[in-house]
């Protein structure tokens, strides 16, 4: 299923002086497979959203992401999960805010790296996405899509 996914920002920041300084950008990528998931997190047990190791994994790859909740919960992106023990796996965690979208342009991200050496690793992609609820006391909804 071929198409183009169209991603938009917009941000308008009201100074104190009540003038409105907007943002906008658009992100638009072509695909040839698009893969739309909703995980209802109802615990605190982590749930991997995609892996592209598994297989029933309906994508090995993607040229953009997007996750939006509906409530707090933890993302987690994993990078060199899949070496079989070449390089070390590492996690990077982030908080998605209700309603607030986390949007990538690609699966490229730099593993290896030591302290202090941001980006001096080695080019590599993403390769696993995990997430988890932080309470158990409600349901959190997170949609992602993925396009390849």
């Known amino acids: 299923?071929?198409?183009?996914?169209?991603?938009?920002?917009?941000?308008?920041?009201?100074?104190?002086?009540?003038?409105?300084?907007?943002?906008?950008?658009?992100?638009?990528?072509?695909?040839?497979?698009?893969?739309?998931?909703?995980?209802?997190?109802?615990?605190?047990?982590?749930?991997?959203?995609?892996?592209?190791?598994?297989?029933?994994?309906?994508?090995?790859?993607?040229?953009?992401?997007?996750?939006?909740?509906?409530?707090?919960?933890?993302?987690?992106?994993?990078?060199?999960?899949?070496?079989?023990?070449?390089d070390a796996a590492q996690f990077n965690s982030f908080t998605l805010s209700p309603g607030l979208p986390f949007m990538l342009g690609a699966d490229d991200a730099y593993g290896d790296h030591t302290t202090g050496a941001a980006l001096a690793g080695t080019l590599d992609t993403i390769d696993k996405i995990r997430l988890v609820n932080p309470t158990a006391s409600s349901t959190v909804n997170v949609k992602i899509i993925l396009v390849t």
């Open 1 to 86: 299923m071929a198409g183009q996914l169209k991603m938009t920002t917009t941000i308008e920041d009201t100074d104190p002086f009540s003038s409105i300084e907007p943002l906008k950008k658009t992100f638009t990528v072509a695909y040839t497979n698009k893969v739309e998931q909703v995980h209802a997190l109802s615990d605190t047990l982590p749930v991997t959203a995609w892996d592209p190791q598994s297989t029933t994994s309906p994508a090995t790859i993607f040229a953009a992401l997007m996750m939006l909740s509906d409530g707090t919960c933890y993302a987690e992106l994993g990078i060199n999960t899949d070496d079989a023990g070449t």
